[in-house]
């Protein structure tokens, strides 16, 4: 499918913003959704609207089989062992405070170091807080190199044998880093601890094998790979889900109830409480099947191309810092001297550009970068070339427009 194809599969994309052709470069924030995601939950509210796992009425039983055959597709799309292990939750912050909240509470005791690095997203940083203050638990961050990846010499260094969670962004939203998760992982187990997977910036964009990464956990959310908002996934071994309780109590998860105890089902209904995410799960498997007719090689091999495409553009602009390592994922995040993030996307805006700017939920990592906030062009299957083109001029006309005393 060549890239003109796939465009016009996103219905969004056909508009201007602010009397101009909108190039959308903020899909790491949220992705834009193809026409077989729309129509297949459109399809679910207009056709077999059902609660799921409780009626035997027809329309029960059709939303039932569509919302277990999206986990399904979920176990096969990163290689699960079963569909056990594949939790639906409403996005990789809840993916990740459930880890935290569940395995994290009755694991961690005082003294024990919970490991991770200045490149994470706030999701995987404050529950690690929250957790170590009510545990006892040390949090210990693995230092950057001086383009921001991660050597693993600093991994050896910093994961001991107190280490009882080492958890790592698999592809940080602001550098781009390719972090190695398979040897963070051995080094994990190695000494102890388990290994958890921040995979949001990570599955919408390549293959992931959990198996062959041998991490513990991994959690990523549907929005950012063409998927709905409001549906993520946690995966788990299903040795460590069973031992775990639920963080979230009643509805479908329960097995039975009496007075004074209750008992839960088994995995993965223990940890999905109350009515599930029905449509969002029938649109994320409808954006498995999507991502997959296109190839998630084809995905990785022209984000790769954009990203290098963007950073020999963008370094002929004079005065623009960008940050992180050379090899990355398809995001660019810069900054122009003497201009805010806030006035650079201002401007491009009203270009009918869109780029993010900000601390991009990563405050201990702008602090570490030695700013306040940056801006971030990032892009996904459906971008071009030409859009980034459009973005370097953009960026010479906001360099230009504030150098002369706007």
């Known amino acids: 499918m060549n890239i003109q194809d796939i465009r016009s599969m996103f219905p969004i994309l056909d508009q201007e913003v602010n009397g101009n052709t909108l190039v959308y470069l903020d899909s790491a924030a949220t992705s834009q959704k193809p026409v077989p995601v729309i129509e297949a939950i459109d399809r679910y509210y207009r056709e077999y609207n059902s609660n799921v796992h409780r009626g035997v009425h027809t329309l029960g039983t059709k939303a039932t089989d569509a919302y277990e055959n999206a986990r399904e597709k979920v176990r096969k799309f990163i290689n699960a062992s079963s569909i056990q292990e594949i939790i639906f939750t409403r996005g990789t912050t809840t993916a990740m405070n459930t880890i935290a909240e569940s395995y994290g509470r009755d694991n961690l005791k005082e003294g024990d170091e919970i490991v991770i690095t200045y490149m994470e997203h706030h999701a995987n940083i404050i529950p690690w807080q929250q957790i170590a203050k009510r545990t006892g638990a040390k949090l210990k961050y693995i230092p950057l190199q001086e383009d921001g990846s991660i050597d693993l010499k600093d991994v050896e260094a910093t994961?001991?044998?107190?280490?009882?969670?080492?958890?790592?962004?698999?592809?940080?939203?602001?550098?781009?880093?390719?972090?190695?998760?398979?040897?963070?992982?051995?080094?994990?187990?190695?000494?102890?601890?388990?290994?958890?997977?921040?995979?949001?910036?990570?599955?919408?964009?390549?293959?992931?094998?959990?198996?062959?990464?041998?991490?513990?956990?991994?959690?990523?959310?549907?929005?950012?790979?063409?998927?709905?908002?409001?549906?993520?996934?946690?995966?788990?071994?299903?040795?460590?889900?069973?031992?775990?309780?639920?963080?979230?109590?009643?509805?479908?998860?329960?097995?039975?109830?009496?007075?004074?105890?209750?008992?839960?089902?088994?995995?993965?209904?223990?940890?999905?409480?109350?009515?599930?995410?029905?449509?969002?799960?029938?649109?994320?498997?409808?954006?498995?099947?999507?991502?997959?007719?296109?190839?998630?090689?084809?995905?990785?091999?022209?984000?790769?191309?954009?990203?290098?495409?963007?950073?020999?553009?963008?370094?002929?602009?004079?005065?623009?810092?960008?940050?992180?390592?050379k090899h990355r994922a398809g995001l660019v995040t810069f900054n122009i001297d003497d201009v805010h993030p806030h006035d650079v996307a201002t401007v491009l805006d009203a270009d009918g550009i869109a780029v993010r700017a900000g601390h991009h939920c990563a405050q201990p990592l702008m602090k570490w970068l030695k700013v306040s906030a940056t801006a971030r062009a990032s892009f996904y299957l459906y971008n071009t070339e030409q859009e980034i083109d459009k973005l370097v001029e953009g960026l010479i006309k906001t360099k230009e427009y504030f150098s002369n005393g706007f």
């Open 159 to 325: 994961v001991t044998n107190q280490a009882k969670i080492v958890s790592v962004t698999m592809v940080s939203n602001v550098l781009g880093a390719i972090n190695p998760i398979k040897e963070i992982a051995e080094i994990a187990h190695r000494n102890g601890a388990i290994m958890v997977v921040d995979g949001a910036q990570a599955a919408p964009h390549m293959k992931i094998d959990v198996r062959d990464l041998d991490c513990d956990f991994l959690a990523f959310s549907g929005h950012k790979m063409c998927g709905p908002t409001g549906i993520g996934v946690l995966y788990g071994k299903k040795a460590l889900l069973e031992k775990m309780e639920p963080v979230e109590t009643g509805g479908e998860m329960i097995d039975f109830v009496d007075l004074y105890e209750s008992t839960w089902k088994e995995l993965p209904w223990k940890f999905e409480a109350g009515t599930p995410i029905i449509a969002g799960a029938i649109g994320l498997g409808a954006a498995i099947d999507f991502l997959e007719d296109i190839g998630l090689d084809q995905i990785l091999e022209h984000e790769h191309n954009l990203a290098n495409y963007a950073m020999e553009r963008l370094s002929q602009v004079e005065g623009l810092t960008i940050y992180g390592p």
